[in-house]
């Protein structure tokens, strides 16, 4: 059975060129490719290192420039006579070298006419003027290219007329010209905005997301609060209320069979001296406020506990709990209205509505994930339209090579045959593919532009811990696996926290119509998942590793994240980044006037793909007027 070991190889050979650059996002990394092998002669390679350039600089003759459709050029190169001469002479002394001929001895002066008919008699007519056009090609391409033009070649550049084609013609110490075909690097330019200094301010884009989430706010501002409230020494006989703080003494035992009685002693992490506690609903252990309120300073009241499922401690988890606790100070606490006066404190110099309208942003910023992506992409199409770039088709090649490679592996992971996939990589079916997939990478390949030129016209740099934190989480996440050069990882983290900074730059100066959906409650749909994972939990009992800590640690079920809110208290406005996968290749979608693929599940999406292509037929329809039923009882035998 055939088998397909390396589908991207198999498309890389459906072409006839190939790229000397090493792949990137777009296929493409810019820079001029260097390679020290000879190489066809109708594909060029810059090559200045093994030889000297045997041309003076009063025969060199400057070069011709004409710029084509989507970034591409044709160089015009003039080699002078005297020029084209030293490299034939030149390749026939390092031919003469290794060649043994009747009557000369290894090593010696052969003359050319020789050399050629030895050549042409093992098939090799016209290898010499051949060697010839491309030394002398490799010696003009690149100066032109850098130092007189300031170009960067994408891919490899190419003859106009092959090397094999011109040495029929070409005589050593006549002139040659030679046109090179090459994709490069295109300029930056942006399309003039009526109304906006800068091109990419007041971008218009449309994106749905869900309600502001109201109580969580109200709960974070509650929560910041609380952080700076007041204390007081409570007065002597005052019993503990709700909202007091006291320091106590925690000895802890496990409950006995009837649930009240005291059976063997707790782990000294599960109890503690000098521990303060603030009487709030949702705090700790279910049972421990409750049963400290009334209590007095001096006072050992008997408090009876349950420990949260999910402690991480899978010997205390869920189990009952009797502790005696010992008061030793009682305090009250006045909880401070958010107003200037707490926002001064929290940080010189901001008020009570900028205090709001940031515990606002980052509240907002928890359900961001669900969002971001969607304003984001209207965001990116945009920034698309404003930009004025020819994009390359050596661009648009490669990168459609590898969404096509990963197509194929989406359809062997679905289960198609091997011997199905290779009916599929063809040149004709290639060719379809990215006539689809054009549009989406001309505009992708034009974001990326714009928002590394956004980032450094805007000074918009990504911290270095920010990107560290990530590389740790990575590494993490991939428990133990290779993931890699670090520094190829580091610099894709980077630019992915940099592309988010830019679209959230984007978003404060744009123009979003932003639609609120009203949550809905699917009541079948909820007792559904909960019964599922209900199912789960009792399948997977005892092996579950929770995430909270130790009896210490069940603080404070916020509605924010603690280290957000810290965070403003204490000054640190950065926030954390997201890595979204950036070392995963773009899942292919083809854009069809009456088909939202992106909606499809992975095996609709593939068939329809295929579908789209050409490649497969689908099923008549019964039910139609042209539906054909002579085979119907063949087919049901």
């Known amino acids: 059975m055939f088998r397909i070991t390396n589908i991207a190889l198999a498309i890389a050979l459906m072409s006839a060129s190939t790229s000397a650059f090493a792949p990137s996002t777009y296929g493409v ?19 200045t290192n093994s030889m000297q350039l045997f041309m003076s600089e009063d025969a060199a003759v400057p070069s011709k420039i004409v710029r084509k459709a989507d970034s591409n050029v044709e160089i015009t190169l003039v080699a002078s006579g005297a020029a084209t001469q030293a490299a034939y002479d030149k390749a026939c002394a390092e031919v003469s070298k290794t060649m043994s001929i009747p009557g000369f001895r290894k090593g010696a002066k052969i ?27 490799n010696q003009l391409l690149e100066p032109a290219m850098k130092e007189e033009h300031n170009l960067e070649p994408i891919g490899q550049p190419s003859l106009v007329t092959s090397a094999d084609e011109m040495a029929e013609t070409f005589k050593p110490g006549d002139p040659l010209e030679m046109v090179v075909s090459c994709d490069v ?69 496990m409950a006995a069979e009837d649930g009240t009685s005291k059976a063997e002693p707790l782990p000294d992490a599960a109890s503690g001296d000098d521990v303060e506690i603030v009487l709030g609903d949702g705090r700790y252990m279910e049972g421990l406020v409750d049963g400290l309120v009334g209590a007095e300073v001096g006072q050992t009241k008997t408090v009876y506990v349950s420990f949260p499922v999910g402690l991480r401690d899978k010997t205390l988890a869920g189990k009952k ?33 900028g205090l709001k309208d940031e515990l606002r942003k980052a509240v907002d ?18 920034l698309a339209g404003v930009m004025d770039v020819a994009v390359p088709d050596t661009l648009v090649t490669n990168q459609s090579r590898e969404k096509y490679a ?72 991939a428990d133990g696996e290779d993931l890699g050069d670090e520094n190829v990882l580091r610099s894709k983290i980077e630019s992915t926290i940099m592309r988010r900074l830019v679209f959230d730059f984007l978003a404060e100066h744009a123009e979003l119509d932003v639609t609120y959906e009203e949550e809905t409650f699917d009541e079948d749909m909820m007792k559904k998942l909960a019964d599922d994972s209900l199912a789960r ?19 404070e079920h916020s509605a924010v994240d603690d280290e957000k809110v810290a965070s403003m208290a204490t000054n640190n406005e950065d926030k954390d980044t997201e890595t979204s996968n950036s070392n995963d290749i773009e ?21 329809n793909i295929l579908v789209d292509l050409g490649m497969v037929q689908l099923t008549p329809d019964p039910d139609s007027p042209d539906y054909d039923d002579s085979k119907d009882e063949e087919l049901a035998c």
């Open 29 to 47: 990394s810019r820079g001029v490719a260097s390679n020290t092998n000879v190489v066809a002669a109708s594909t060029p390679v810059f090559n």
């Open 111 to 137: 003359p050319s006419a020789i050399i050629e008919n030895a050549m042409a008699a093992k098939g090799g007519k016209n290898a010499l003027k051949t060697q010839t056009i491309q030394t002398v090609l």
């Open 185 to 253: 690097w295109p300029d930056i330019a942006w399309m003039k905005v009526e109304g906006q200094d800068k091109p990419y301010f007041g971008l218009k884009a449309a994106y749905s997301r869900k309600n502001f989430n109201q109580p969580r706010f109200e709960q974070a501002m509650k929560d910041l609060a609380e952080r700076y409230a007041v204390t007081a020494p409570a007065p002597e006989g005052k019993a503990l209320a709700m909202g007091d703080s006291c320091i106590v003494d925690m000895k802890g035992f």
């Open 321 to 353: 709990a009797v502790f005696d606790v010992t008061v030793k100070e009682a305090n009250t606490r006045t909880v401070p209205e958010i107003d200037d006066e707490l926002a001064e404190q929290i940080r010189p110099g901001l008020d009570a509505k």
């Open 365 to 382: 910023e928890q359900d961001a994930g669900e969002w971001t992506d969607a304003r984001n992409k209207g965001l990116a199409k945009a």
């Open 406 to 477: 990963q197509m194929m592996a989406e359809f062997r992971t679905q289960g198609m045959e091997d011997e199905e996939i290779k009916k599929l990589i063809t040149p004709e079916n290639f060719e379809k593919y990215k006539d689809i997939q054009r549009p989406d990478i001309v505009d992708d390949f034009k974001t990326s532009m714009a928002t590394d030129e956004i980032a450094r016209l805007e000074n918009i740099d990504v911290p270095s811990y920010q990107i560290d934190e990530q590389i740790e989480a990575v590494k993490k996440e």
């Open 537 to 555: 939990e009792t399948e997977t009992a005892g092996d579950v590793q929770g995430k909270e800590g130790t009896v210490d640690s069940i603080i």
């Open 587 to 607: 899942q292919p979608k083809i854009p069809v006037s009456d088909k939202d693929l992106a909606a499809m599940d992975p095996e609709e999406r593939a068939f």
